[in-house]
Structure formats: structure tokens, C-alpha cells
């Protein structure tokens, strides 16, 4: 008998990947947690049966989260992370020396756990001496600090459920205010592909330019979420993505990536032209 996850990415598209074996299955206060096995992908990890990662991709989604970011702010200190219980993210942060602090807030205690024991390849680095683990609700989290953070990144789940919280006008102004005068924040940012996630980007990009005076919005190409077609959104109150990128500053870290370089760091943000009208449609009111 043959075994097959399948995400049903519109009502009329389905995704599928055939699955070797079931490692994990429990459903926590939030979600349910589930973590396969497969030949192409490796191990994947769905919450409510929707895709997070694979062992094949997730390089991807992570190194454009914090390598964009890292590579145009010059002095980072301090760094938020909201979400991201795969521990991917903080992978990625803690290859740079000059962190002092990770501050990582997650709702749900039970992903960080089944992560740890199934998804070695991102789980690896919580115990670092600067990462600090909180298990609350980010937006409840970020309402309480004020010019503290020189980045936060937002690696939130889809615009519903857990994760309905951080893609609000509040939730926006909150890191707005949490950040310190020259900060910035990242998010994932849903596809423009398919027209329901279309209008949830257009939804989260429109709460941010309504907070930010700077407002941009990057792509990767990432196999196994909803297109292939993923976007990032970069908000910041000082620094520009292009105009303060300094390549040689960040090639001369020598850090080591899969996806990411700083020729790719300018060719994220040449959106094609579908992008660009979808967010125009936005901005327009603003």
C-alpha cells in the first residue's frame, strides 16, 4: 500500500509527496503536529497538515530570512525571533559572532520539542548561550518592548489559526516600537501565485506600509510551498534593502550558505511584473 501526504493548495490544485513512513503524530493545545519521512524530500514537518519545512528545501525559506536582513543592517545586537520552532532561523543567526543576544518566542512548546528529536537539521542550535526561549504568544510578547531589538524576524505559520496574530495593524506596531530607531523586521509573506494567497500577502503588505517608511518585498523560489513562489516582506525604519546593502562587508564573513549570495540578494527584490501590480493595488492608498 502506497502512502501519500497531499495539501490541497487551491480547490483545485493538489500537492503530493509519497511517504516512506510516519515518524510522529500529536496534537498539542495549538495543533497538530505531525513529522514523515520520504524518499525526495527527506523528513517534512506539517502543523494541521499544513507543509513547514523538508529536509530538502528548508535551506531555502531560511537562509533568505535572515541573510537578506543580517547583510544590510550594520551593527546587530539584538535580535527577535517570533515563531520559528523548527529552529531554523536561529541556525542561520547564530553563525554571526557579533549577536549578542536571540530573544525566540513560541507559542507552542511542542513543535521546539518534536523538532529536537526528528529534524536534526534545523533543530541544532537552541542551546546556544545567546538564545533565550519564550513560550507565549509573540504578539503578546512584543506589546511590552520598546526600542529593544535591532532586527525581528517573523517565521510565522499562514495567516489563520496560531499564527492569525502576527499579520496585524497591532501586531505591526507593536514591532514598530519594540524596535530601536535604526531597526527592521522580516516576515514570510505568502504567495502572490494562487489568488486566495495573493490577497493574504496583499493583506499583511498593506498593515506594513501603514507602519513603515521603508516597505519591500523579496522572493525565493521554494518547491514545496503553495507555487513554488514564496515572498518575504522587509520593513525598515532607517535602512534600505538595496541602498544599504554593503556586498563586501557580508562576502568577507565567509559564512556559508546554499541558496543565499549577495548577487541573489539584488535579484530578489526585481519582482515580476503580476508582483509588482498586486502591490501597487496596495500601496495606491498609501
Known sequence: MELWYTENHTPNVKFSIKV??????????????DVFESEEFGRFLTLDG????????????????V????????????????????GGVIRELVKYPEIEQIDMVEIDEMVVDVCKEFLPFTATDF??????????DGLKFVRNKENEYDIIIVDSTDPFGPGEGLFTKE??????????????????????FYTEDARAMQRAHKRIVQSFDISKIYQAHI????????????????YHPLKNFDADRWNQRGIQTRYYNTELHYGAFALPNYVEELLEHVEEEY
Not at 54 to 59: A, I, Q
Not at 171 to 192: R, W
Open 20 to 33: 516512506d513512513k510516519q515518524l510522529y503524530s500529536g496534537q498539542s493545545e495549538f495543533q497538530r503536529i
Open 171 to 192: 501586531f505591526y506596531g507593536n514591532c514598530y516600537k519594540a524596535l530601536t530607531e535604526d531597526g527592521m523586521i522580516v516576515n514570510q509573506h505568502e504567495s502572490p
Open 127 to 136: 542551546d546556544d548561550e545567546r538564545v533565550h526561549l519564550y513560550f507565549q
Open 223 to 238: 518547491p514545496t510551498y503553495p507555487s513554488g513562489h514564496w515572498l518575504f516582506g522587509f520593513a525598515s525604519k532607517k
Open 50 to 65: 499544513y507543509m513547514m519545512l523538508t529536509e530538502k528545501d528548508e535551506f531555502i525559506y531560511h537562509e533568505m530570512m
Open 67 to 86: 541573510h537578506v536582513p543580517m547583510a544590510v543592517h550594520p551593527n546587530v545586537k539584538k535580535v527577535l525571533v517570533i515563531g520559528a520552532g523548527d
